[in-house]
């Protein structure tokens, strides 16, 4: 039986928690910022967890199966009317379960989440404590006791002066542009001649860092810069996955399903008139129009069979984030009866925005071509509570990082008007929140 236990705490700061369990080396550590919600929280070790290691079409159904059985032989003490407190399952899924797999990726399973045995969730400058313990039938319990208020203790402390950002220092891995280039010059050809209709291709820039890197230090910056976005990270067994994505997949909350279409883009201008001017262009060019459309498209077509009354505008607005400026369509429905949060989600990976269209033809080509693996770049990411609410991100503008081993990725929806440059200095664009966080340049 999985027991949760919640509790008002004073002001604590996530992101000191988050600091104290990786120094602690905690081999799971989570955590999650959404500026739409004002909840901010940080999690360590695993009360419970899920992990789908098979690459069958059903990874997300699995996990929710298995969920909905271990939250209905729960026991929680007292549920205040907080989100993301209490019974709370965090984590996320690969882009591409058919892609080999490589090493980089060895700690992120092709589905995992995970109960955090300690959270602390913060919203209104309150925060509150939860507890959660698997119980098996034989345990001691003054033993269970001490445990948990040993976590606390840690967990709580005071983690003393941060360590200022240093400049890092960091050696690029030699990358093959060319060959990029040449890859979105085919793709984009082969779309004028009717084989896709969008496909996302991505890099990945590797970078050797000097110095070992402070990942709370580097969400602490992605929070300054990328306020608007969510802001997270997932450590698994020393592996970090972090980053800011301003790209919602999914949200479910009550009887409502909300998504947010995000492509197309453009750089941010120099001055309040440049950038009004880049604005007014990215809105009015159809190549960006055509890379959003198809997105709108897609999500809206797959909602309809989960929504009742779906709210789709006619038109997108822009969103302006420090380095780029999006294309974006916000999408709301009623829920149809017997819908959940995480069927929706893996109907609707990978969306346009990060895989292409026709989906399957389109991921076949990524697969193909990309001489890297994405891993949980591009994935779904998120949690899920135990009354059916949750969101899951696309988790893009991210890098993973293994000890001085960082790889950083970002793609772009190429369409038959794609220019190869252009696409190159996008993608540029996209790794830069995560380069400057990191303290390069
Ligand atoms: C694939 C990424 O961005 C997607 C989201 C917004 C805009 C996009 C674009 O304009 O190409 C991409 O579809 C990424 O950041 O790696
Ligand atoms: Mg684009």
Known sequence: ??????????????????????????ERIVYWSDSTSGITLAGAGEAY??????????????????????AANSMQSFQPEIPQTGLLLMGGGVFDPLKARSERWEHFANAEFHVPQILLTQTEGKSWL????????????????????????????????PRPIAKNSFSVEAENPDRWLQLVDEVAQRIREGEWKKVVLARELRLHSENSIAV????????????????????????????????????????????????GSIR??????????????????????????????????KLKKYCEALEIPAAPF??????????????????????????????????????????????????????????WYGGPLGWADA?????????????????????????????????PLSEYEETMLKLQPMLAALGGN
């Not at 069958?56 to 969920?67: L, M, S, T, Y």
């Not at 020393?238 to 980053?243: A, K, N």
């Not at 440049?274 to 960006?288: A, R, S």
């Open 1 to 26: 039986m999985l027991v949760s236990h919640v509790v008002p705490a004073g002001a604590f700061s996530p992101l000191d928690s988050f600091r104290n369990a990786v120094r602690r080396n905690q």
């Open 49 to 70: 967890s899920i992990k789908v290691e098979h690459n069958g079409p059903d990874r997300f159904a699995e996990v929710e199966e298995k969920w909905r059985a271990i």
């Open 130 to 161: 939860t507890l959660n313990y698997l119980l098996q039938g034989k345990e001691d319990f003054r033993e269970i006791t001490q445990y948990l208020m040993a976590a606390c203790e840690w967990f709580l402390a005071e983690p003393g002066k």
């Open 216 to 263: 709370a230090e580097v969400l602490q910056r992605l929070h300054e810069d990328q306020p608007e976005s969510h802001i997270f990270a997932f450590v698994h067994q020393g592996d970090c996955l972090l980053g800011a994505s301003p790209e919602c997949l999914v949200r479910r909350e009550e009887d409502c399903f909300y998504s947010t279409c995000l492509a």
């Open 268 to 301: 941010r201008g120099k001055d309040q008139p440049e950038d009004q001017m880049l604005g007014e262009e990215l809105l009015q060019d159809p190549k960006n129009q055509q890379e959003h459309r198809l997105v709108v498209q897609m999500i809206s077509d």
């Open 318 to 375: 822009l969103v302006k984030l420090k380095n780029i400026q999006h294309l974006c369509t916000p999408l709301v429905g009623k829920a149809r009866p017997g819908t959940s949060l995480f069927h929706v989600a893996a109907d609707l990976h990978p969306t346009p925005a990060l895989g292409g269209f026709p989906q399957q033809a389109a991921m076949k080509k990524i697969r193909e071509e990309e001489p890297f693996d994405r891993g």
């Open 387 to 419: 009354r059916g609410n949750g969101k899951f991100i696309v988790a893009i503008r991210c890098g993973l990082i293994r000890g001085k081993e960082i790889s950083l990725f970002a793609g772009c929806g190429i369409v038959g008007d794609s220019e």
